[in-house]
């Protein structure tokens, strides 16, 4: 018989957790039922109107456009000048985020233990880690086959829209089609990750790439793009949807960082930043947090809410973790 439990309590043992937000954990307002107008429009403000990821990423592709991107006339012939200045570009993206962020909240502690999710420190030493520690190992995977795979997707797009083989978009010719593609190139990340990310965990995929990005149950910023080069090709291959839906370069930057830079942010291991007693900034999420303490939980995220319409959605109740674990029972037993 299950035992009541306190649905506002986090779950696991007392003292799992450091810190967890209010839950239960809710997820986008635009596809549950019934309508919330309210929290429709605070969902959209929160992510595109304040000082929040998506509102930070547009004005960061906006200026690497201007200022660091090829022509697409450069673009319309492979050669070693343009796409080594891609791949320094991205490289030093990921260095200045995934970097910055963990000297700020791990390695200095400027933050403290405030707003941190798991109470343990990063780990130091490892035989799962192929360099011993968990912050080398990260770097490696995420600098190397990471920043790799991410460029060679961006040089393919740039090239395919430069000779015709991709559709391009302007602004000038659609403005509204290009807001609209900016608006829901999240939510087309969040559907395709989900499915990518179910697929890592069939047994045969996650031995061969999926179970080295999971070596990491207490996440830092390097985590987040660490992973085999198999899944990377996976991570990286929504970007391909462009191929047959219009876009302009920054559309494709903003994809890109999108995916590349959240990874860092998402994995940051603390729920925001905080600045004189406030958070500031929203980065990790107790939601995915969740996933890499328990596995077989919360596959996508909250953009589209697929856990939840297939019943592997962790809602961070108590209710929720009980539920978890009469359905990994279930499973275990055939």
Known sequence: MTMPTDAHTPPGRPGEWNHAPPVPIAVSPFLSWPPEPRRMVRWVADRWFALAENAILTVL??????????????????????????????????????????????????????????????????????????????????????VGVWTAFEVLMFWAMANGYAPVMTWRENPVGFIAVLFLTPVWISFHFYWIHRALHWPPLYRLAHALHHRNVNVGPWSGLSMHPVEHLMFFS????????????????????????????????FEGLVVKDKNRLALGTFHHQLHHRYFECNYGNLEVPWDKWFGSFHDGTQDAHVRMKERRKRIANG
């Open 238 to 269: 929504s970007v391909l949807i462009h191929f047959i839906v219009p876009a302009s370069p920054i559309h494709i930057l903003f994809h890109m960082q999108h995916q590349a830079l959240t990874a860092a942010t998402s994995h940051t291991g």
């Open 61 to 146: 592709a906006i200026t690497v456009w201007a200022f660091f991107q090829p022509s697409l006339e450069t673009a319309m012939t492979l050669s070693p000048g343009w796409i080594a200045m891609i791949w320094l570009r991205n490289m030093a993206l990921l260095l200045i985020v995934a970097g910055g962020l963990h000297l700020y909240f791990h390695r200095d502690k400027r933050q403290g233990d405030r707003l941190k999710f798991d109470p343990r420190d990063l780990a130091k030493t490892g035989r799962m880690f192929t360099f011993g520690g968990q912050t080398a190992d990260n770097m490696f995977w995420s600098l190397g086959s990471g």
